[in-house]
């Protein structure tokens, strides 16, 4: 590339020629994301023309994509419109219908209205008037339109909190007596299909009607019972803060104007609020859901219920099923045991019989042979019946049977008699043996006799005072105690079964530690030791009669006593209930038995 030495001197450096190309595929997507932007239904290439410039007026397809059909008429109504609008209260007059979008008004694209504006402004900019010779009494209506244009055409937000606050927009919902089940679904219907426009998330979910399922019913009030709006209210603002003088003038306008949006948008809450609790309450399907839920959980109820009976029974014939075959058991136990015990009875009277055989066997030979003495009559024979009569009766039918067997092999009387002799020697050595272990028993036992000495008894006294009831291995502890204090301590240990049995044996004599009668006798007071048996029993008696809830009591306690004064008879009382109280804290009734006198019975008090 030649360079220029004058362009050098005069710039410094040399300068780049710029390359023109046609526009490629940055500027189609810029034009797609515009297109887009401008909520077209659809993207169409520009032609371009003879003179290879691209086309920008919008082809025959575009324009059938815009309802023109539902713009307003820009007639002669509409130009005595626009003479009546004030540019200085541009905020409360209506834009869409100042741009011709009255029909359409939140529904009207973004490319509508830039066409409707486009429109007005070719038509009605006070120019092209003056131009054609239209007279103008004044040009405030197009600031109007300008306005218009800049609030619902330029930015997406200001169109968003104009139609918050659309006076067109219906409000209203329907009172909640006026709702029944023939017109449920056509009085909320309209009015959801109204207020969903609010809605962050697109599409809403509709009303539907009876046949709409449950999934969907319940999708549908869970979405707006969770409501998400983008409705808000700063058109209504009533401070403009760019009027302010300076930034803390500006702050408080906003504080002021963030309060009152605040405020109307916790009321709209309200309203949507209110109108999803009354068609929740008023729903004949959410009526039919409960009523089926209701239904449902009532047959659940039944079935758990005959389950359980079910279950019961089931237990129940199990039971008798167990008791069956238990008492099938004991029956079956019951026979076998009374078959044993048949079979042991015949075995019994077998024996009973046979032992009856040998005996009258015995008996038979001894009357045949004379009894083995050789003589018809005498004492030998009275002696030689009783040896048999004795041999019978104590003898076994094995011994009887045997020696029956050996007699009828002799023949001799005295071989018999010898038989006789060698019995009676065997039974009298067994005689001597058996009195030698049972006298020898009784020396054990007499062995085993423990003896108990004074000191020890009062050992045993002492231990059971010092280790009352409750104490853990009570016994032992005093058999321990015992065994420990004594003065004989070569004598065999006392155990604790003894110390138990010597305890019971004490208690039962009324034996009485040395120590605690010295101690007690002087704690005794004279008054008290006055008392007779005979008092002490009639007082015993008339406090079993008189109540504590009678008013006389005392008064009629010493006259039942009869010796005694009201005043002696609650002392000896009073007495008698600190005495049981000493006992029963340091754990003893047998000190109990010293310290009351001689003459009083110490079982009524204990």
């Not at 100042?98 to 509508?112: I, N, P, Q």
């Not at 009569?389 to 076994?396: D, V």
């Not at 045997?402 to 008699?417: A, Q, T």
């Not at 009382?573 to 003893?588: F, P, Q, R």
Request: with cysteine; net charge neutral; aromatic share 8%.
């Amino acid at each position: 590339m030649a360079v220029d030495p004058l362009a050098v001197a005069v710039y410094g450096f040399v300068q780049r020629e710029r390359v023109y190309e046609e526009a490629g595929i940055f500027w189609e997507a810029r034009v797609i994301r515009h297109r887009c932007t401008m909520e077209k239904r659809c993207v169409k290439e520009h032609a371009e023309n003879g003179n290879g410039q691209r086309d920008e007026s919008p082809s025959k397809e575009d324009e059938e994509v815009l309802r023109l059909e539902l713009m307003d008429a820009d007639n002669d109504k509409y130009w005595k419109f626009l003479m009546k609008l004030d540019s200085n209260n541009c905020k409360e007059q209506d834009h869409y219908k100042v741009l011709g979008l009255s029909k359409l008004r939140y529904d009207a694209t973004t490319a509508e209205i830039r066409h409707a504006y486009r429109q007005k402004v070719l038509k009605h900019h006070p120019d092209k008037k003056k131009a054609k010779g239209v007279p103008i009494p004044n040009e405030e209506y197009y600031v109007c339109i300008t306005k218009a244009f800049e609030q619902i055409g330029t930015n997406e937000q200001k169109r968003k909190a104009y139609d918050s606050v659309d006076e067109k927009f219906d409000d209203a919902i329907p009172n909640e007596k006026s709702l029944n089940k023939d017109n449920f679904f056509t009085l909320l219907h309209a009015v959801f299909e109204r207020n969903k426009r609010w809605s962050n998330t697109q599409p809403a979910p509709g009303l539907g009607d009876m046949k709409t399922p449950r999934e969907e019913v319940e999708f549908f009030y869970n979405f707006w019972f969770d409501w998400d709006s983008w409705r808000e209210f700063s058109y209504l603002d009533e401070e403009d803060k760019e009027k302010g003088e300076d930034r803390w003038e500006r702050r408080e306008m906003e504080k002021m104007n963030k309060a009152e949006r605040e405020r109307r948008r916790k009321d709209e809450m309200k309203r949507i609020r209110k109108l999803v609790e009354m068609a929740y309450a008023k729903d004949p399907r959410i009526v039919q859901f409960k009523k089926d839920d209701k239904d449902a959980k009532e047959r659940a109820k039944i079935e758990k219920q005959r389950a359980a009976r079910e279950k019961i029974e089931e237990e129940e014939r199990k039971k008798k099923e167990e008791e069956e075959r238990i008492r099938k058991v004991k029956e079956e136990e019951q026979r076998k045991a009374k078959e044993e015990k048949e079979a042991e009875k015949a075995k019994k009277n077998e024996l009973k019989k046979a032992l009856s055989e040998q005996r009258k066997r015995l008996r038979t030979m001894a009357e045949s042979n004379k009894y083995w003495t050789g003589i018809d009559v005498g004492d030998e024979v009275v002696k030689m019946m009783e040896r048999i009569e004795k041999i019978c009766f104590q003898s076994t039918i094995e011994d009887l049977t045997s020696l029956c067997n050996r007699i009828e092999n002799l023949k001799l009387d005295d071989e018999v008699n010898a038989v006789f002799e060698e019995l009676d020697g065997i039974k009298v050595v067994k005689k001597v043996k058996v009195e030698s272990k049972s006298e020898k028993e009784e020396k054990d036992k007499e062995n085993q006799k423990v003896t108990w000495s004074s000191d020890e008894n009062t050992l045993l006294i002492k231990a059971t005072n010092l280790y009352p009831a409750g104490t853990v291995d009570r016994w032992s502890v005093v058999a321990d105690y015992v065994n420990e204090h004594r003065k004989d301590k070569k004598g065999r240990p006392k155990k604790e079964k003894e110390v138990i049995q010597q305890a019971k044996l004490v208690q039962t004599l009324g034996m009485k530690a040395v120590e605690n009668i010295a101690e007690a006798a002087s704690t005794v007071p004279q008054a008290e030791a006055s008392w007779s048996a005979a008092e002490q029993r009639s007082l015993e008696q008339a406090l079993k009669q008189f109540p504590s809830s009678d008013p006389d009591r005392w008064d009629k306690i010493a006259e039942a006593v009869g010796t005694k004064s009201k005043k002696e008879a609650i002392t000896r009382y009073k007495y008698i209930i600190e005495l049981v109280k000493k006992n029963k804290a340091n754990g003893s009734a047998l000190v109990c038995s010293v310290v009351i006198p001689q003459s009083t019975p110490t079982t009524s008090i204990l």
